[in-house]
């Protein structure tokens, strides 16, 4: 869309009102759905396909996400003007490309922008070539190539399937042996499926993690509030790597100047090489970073909001968040500030027992109004379905009991008291989310 048809919805169209439609079906796509809602812009909001909180706030339509032709269709069919794109699959497949072809308005990077997190080799390739700090690697499509590359290198050492592998395809290796067989079970096993046809294999990056998130129009960009999440499955970060047990905002390991090392050292070189290559970047960009005692390096780049952190930064945004998408999508986030309550806010995520191994669907949760009644408590669905009145299970993370409240810690307790209040025995969450910030 080359002279946008919104550039002016900001300051001039202040009547215009739009027909809205999030994919996706998470905890990320019922906070999206949360703040999109409360838009004075959102005139009519949809959602595929959903989940039963979102379902009230939004038009839950029955198509997945990754059904690209049917969600054209319906985007097409209902006269959507905006189209908000949750999960990476459907970016990396293209589905931003097709809608814009479809001359519909989108937020999210086109297919060949997602390969920054499509491809692990490709983003390692780009900062390399571009001075952006991240751990030195080698990309191999051979397993004999890799193991040899890890007979020559130290441990411990990280081996990463190249494509999309669910948040799985990274292994971390405490000694040689264990990077050999993690060689085979991408490469030869397939574990990953195709995700596994190339091997990335890193340096070990010591230091604290911490997740930084811009919305970018091709050009600018403008940074979210800093975020931690917690990845493990157990207490004390113990245990299987999930997609993220809790989260929570501000993270106190980036302050200012660490967030505008961040910017000048990683994110706007990621934005200059993407344009320089012809890719230019729109949509969110999440970088995740090592906090290492000689600066941020960069682990990998996602091309969507995190989940569960979208959460906790819908809670703590003052702004409208659909103007702010509105720009990314049309190349006027030069006109936007983003601005944020002055609280902490904090996700708990409650999982099946199991996860994120085999778990059940279908058990019975209890309690979910009453979490919400609570004074700064907002109970963000993940996966979760309504029958027959009864609030099902219905994924492997369920709920995010979100809370806002002026520290990290006062968050955390508020967010234990109402996990309290949920009577779901099927599942689980871990009960020291935010430790680090609180204990600072
Ligand atoms: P990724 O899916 O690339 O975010 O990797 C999952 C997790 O593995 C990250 O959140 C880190 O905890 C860890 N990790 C990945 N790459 C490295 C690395 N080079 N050094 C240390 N830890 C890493
Ligand atoms: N919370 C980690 C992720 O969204 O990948």
Not at 431 to 439: E, L, M, S, V, Y
């Amino acid at each position: 869309m080359a002279d946008s048809m919104y550039g002016g919805v900001v300051e001039m169209k202040k009547d215009f009102k739009m027909k809205v439609l999030v994919v996706g079906s998470g905890g990320r796509e019922h906070s999206l759905c949360w703040a999109i809602a409360k838009s004075p812009k959102c005139d009519e909001l949809f959602c595929a396909p959903g989940n039963a909180g979102i379902d009230g706030i939004a038009i839950c339509v029955d198509i997945g996400a990754d059904d690209i032709d049917a969600l054209v269709g319906f985007a097409i069919d209902n006269a959507i003007d905006f189209v908000v794109v949750g999960p990476e699959a459907p970016l990396v497949d293209g589905l931003v490309d097709r809608l814009e072809e479809a001359d519909i308005l989108a937020f999210g990077p086109s297919a060949a922008a997602a390969a920054l997190e499509g491809s692990k080799g490709f983003m390692k390739d780009l900062s390399a070539k571009y001075n952006i700090p991240s751990a030195e690697y080698g990309r191999f499509d051979e397993p004999e190539a890799a193991k040899e590359f890890i007979l020559r290198h130290k441990t411990p050492i990280v081996v990463k399937a190249d494509g999309l592998a669910a948040g799985k395809g990274v292994i971390i290796c405490q000694n040689k042996n264990e990077a050999y067989a993690a060689v085979d079970h991408i490469m030869t096993e397939r574990a990953f499926g195709g995700a596994g046809e190339e091997v990335i294999i890193e340096e070990f990056m010591e230091g604290e993690e911490a997740s930084f998130f811009v919305l970018c129009d091709g050009v600018n960009a403008v940074a979210l509030r800093s975020a931690q999440d917690h990845k493990a499955a157990f207490d004390g970060d113990e245990g299987p790597n999930t997609g993220g047990m809790g989260a929570y905002t501000p993270a106190p390991i980036v302050d200012d100047a660490m967030a505008t090392r961040i910017m000048d050292k990683i994110i706007t070189p990621t934005i200059k090489a993407m344009a320089a290559e012809g890719k230019p970047y729109k949509g969110v960009l999440y970088a995740g970073l090592m906090i290492t005692s000689t600066g941020p390096k960069l682990i990998e780049f996602n091309v969507r909001f995190g989940d569960p952190e979208c959460q906790p930064l819908m809670l703590a945004l003052k702004s409208d968040i659909l103007t702010a998408l509105i720009a990314s999508a049309d190349g006027t986030l030069d006109k936007i500030k983003l601005k944020w309550h002055d609280e902490a806010t904090l996700i708990v995520v409650m999982a099946a027992n199991g996860y994120p191994g085999r778990y059940e669907i279908g058990s019975e949760i209890r309690g979910v109004e009453e979490a919400n009644a609570m004074d700064g408590v907002f109970v963000f669905h993940a996966g979760t379905k309504a029958e027959n009145g009864a609030l099902l299970a219905n994924g492997g993370r369920v709920l995010g009991i979100t809370t806002k409240a002026k520290t990290v810690a006062q968050a955390q307790k508020l967010a234990y008291k109402a996990v309290a209040k949920i009577d779901w025995p099927e599942g689980f969450y871990r009960t020291d989310i935010g430790w680090r910030a609180a204990k600072r």
